[in-house]
């Protein structure tokens, strides 16, 4: 299995909802990403989970919240978000370190529209 | 700071021409990536160049890295509509801290 699946694909949220985006991989990678995408432009980074542990955030606002349950699953718990959150979320998972970990698998992302 | 660069940043062609896209650095990498995404799609990976000078070729696609390790090259021989999306290359940084960079992204589309 080398695909990682993510829920929902589209998601329209307003200011003050709390809503969650879901990502599984089942290929036994243990480093797993967020990145969030603008139209046109490359992914940027926003946090990276090593061993289920944060090891990455790139000064993320807090109204995002990475969570790593379990070696297959990442999280990223959206709440009080502004318009300008709006992008496409993408998830990603690799092997841990050197230069595996730039072969990354991502999934199809979650279009967000925040009103 | 964006430590790879790309050129072009678009590319509008007819369908059986050729082309060229550059990823450049001052950055040496342990290793870089090319990845194409599709609208509405997560990107996918094509290759890994790891040594320098080394060339990997996909079908029509073949991809050089440089001597240095700083900068790569992909070239699409007799494009097709197919081949239409973003082509992203990236490179991890420092080697050990799982950090993908980037590049800025050419977005390539052939016309039929």
């Known amino acids: 299995d080398t695909e990682v699946t993510q829920t929902p694909k589209h998601l329209v949220m307003g200011m003050t909802n709390k809503k969650s985006l879901k990502c599984e991989q089942h290929?036994?990678?243990?480093?797993m990403y967020w990145y969030k995408q603008k139209a046109k432009k490359p992914p940027e980074l926003m946090f990276v989970y090593s061993y289920e542990k944060l090891s990455i955030n790139e000064s993320v606002p807090s109204r995002f919240s990475p969570e790593c349950p379990n070696s297959s699953l990442l999280n990223l718990h959206l709440h009080a978000l502004q318009p300008e959150d709006s992008a496409l979320y993408l998830c990603?998972?690799?092997?841990?370190?050197?230069?595996?970990?730039?072969?990354?698998?991502f999934g199809p992302g979650t279009r967000l529209t925040v009103l | 700071t964006q430590l790879l660069e790309q050129s072009p940043q678009f590319l509008s062609i007819q369908e059986g021409e050729n082309l060229t896209v550059y990823c450049n650095s001052s950055s040496v990498f342990s290793s870089l990536q090319w990845y194409r995404q599709e609208p509405g799609e997560g990107p996918v990976l094509l290759v890994t160049v790891v040594t320098g000078g080394e060339v990997k070729k996909l079908k029509r696609l073949t991809f050089q890295f440089g001597d240095a390790r700083k900068d790569s090259s992909l070239h699409i021989t007799a494009a097709q509509p197919g081949d239409t999306g973003l082509y992203l290359c990236?490179?991890?940084?420092?080697?050990?801290?799982?950090?993908?960079?980037f590049g800025t992204g050419t977005l390539l589309a052939v016309q039929p």
């Open positions: 990603a998972s690799s092997q841990v370190g050197g230069r595996d970990s730039g072969e990354q698998f």
């Open positions: 990236a490179g991890v940084y420092g080697g050990a801290t799982n950090k993908l960079i």
């Open positions: 290929m036994g990678h243990r480093a």
